[in-house]
């Protein structure tokens, strides 16, 4: 009888395990629509690739957003405005910028970057591809490096009478994947700047060791200047102009006289 209860049950839990597993338990949820923008690069709005971005302005506007990149990764932007369909009075210039954590303008190699849109067309496309993300790099170099993009959206010329039309924007955002053999680095910390408006820093305490050597160092005297060749080119230059005022001032003297 015990043996018959036990087949049942293992009956049961290989009929359990058997059950197929929900489709969506290993799909991530795709993430959340962003329907808002910064106004300026520290209110800049954060997205993720692949992510929907849907934002309704005014022309005129300032839009910004913010992303991040890793090392080996190509950002690809692309922008859609859509214009009001009523009261246009002339042609608009668009623009797409991508700065990154050092606020440096990084180039586009790829992309409509500055379209114009016609007083007639329905809806402006703007595009920029940056350069593959690297490792690391030379202080001097502008290459893009890890860390955290900002991008820009603004119309650059348009009529005076067309501000403040209502507009619809839309952001994609792709990080294909470039060359991993690219270049051969590390960097010692992404460069992500530390936005924290209105927050005051505040320096560390010194040290005991610290204070007694800056007492010491008071008696020092490092605060005179290092004497070099134009110090004494001074001293000579201001000991003849003297000399010169003298003898020009004996004459004078001397002409009165007589």
């Given amino acids: 009888m015990r043996i018959k209860h036990l087949a049942v049950a ?3 839990i290989v009929g359990i395990a058997a059950v197929p597993a929900p489709a969506f338990a290993d799909d991530p949820s795709p993430a959340p629509a962003v329907n808002l923008a910064g106004t300026s690069f520290l209110t800049a709005v954060p997205i993720g690739a692949s992510q929907p971005v849907q934002v309704g ?3 005129g506007d300032y839009l910004y957003w913010q992303f991040t990149a890793e090392a ?3 950002p690809d932007l692309t922008a859609t405005v859509a214009l009001p369909d009523k009261g246009r009075t002339g042609d608009e210039s668009w623009i797409i910028e991508v700065f990154d954590g050092l606020r440096r303008r990084q180039a586009c190699v790829a992309g409509e970057q500055s379209p114009v849109a016609g007083k007639d067309d329905a809806q402006v496309t703007l595009g920029c591809r940056l350069r593959q993300v690297r490792s690391w790099a030379e202080p001097q170099d502008g290459d893009p ?3 955290t993009y900002y991008v820009r959206l603004s119309s650059t010329a348009v009529p005076e009478t067309d501000l403040g039309l209502p507009l619809k924007v839309g952001l994609t955002l792709r990080t294909p994947t470039g060359d991993q053999d690219a270049d051969q680095g590390e960097l010692a910390k992404p460069l992500v700047p530390d936005n924290q408006p209105g927050t005051v820093l505040t320096a560390p305490a010194p040290s005991p060791s610290a204070t007694a050597e800056a007492e010491e160092s008071s008696f020092s005297t490092d605060w005179l200047p290092d004497f070099s060749g134009r110090w004494f080119w001074t001293a000579g230059g201001g000991i003849l102009a003297a000399l010169t005022g003298l003898f ?6 001397r002409r009165r006289g007589v």
Avoid at 248 to 253: A, P
């Fill in 145 to 147: 490096l890890p860390g």
């Fill in 57 to 59: 302005a005014v022309t």
């Fill in 72 to 74: 080996g990764q190509r």
């Fill in 10 to 12: 293992g009956a049961a």
């Fill in 248 to 253: 020009g001032f004996s004459l004078t003297r």
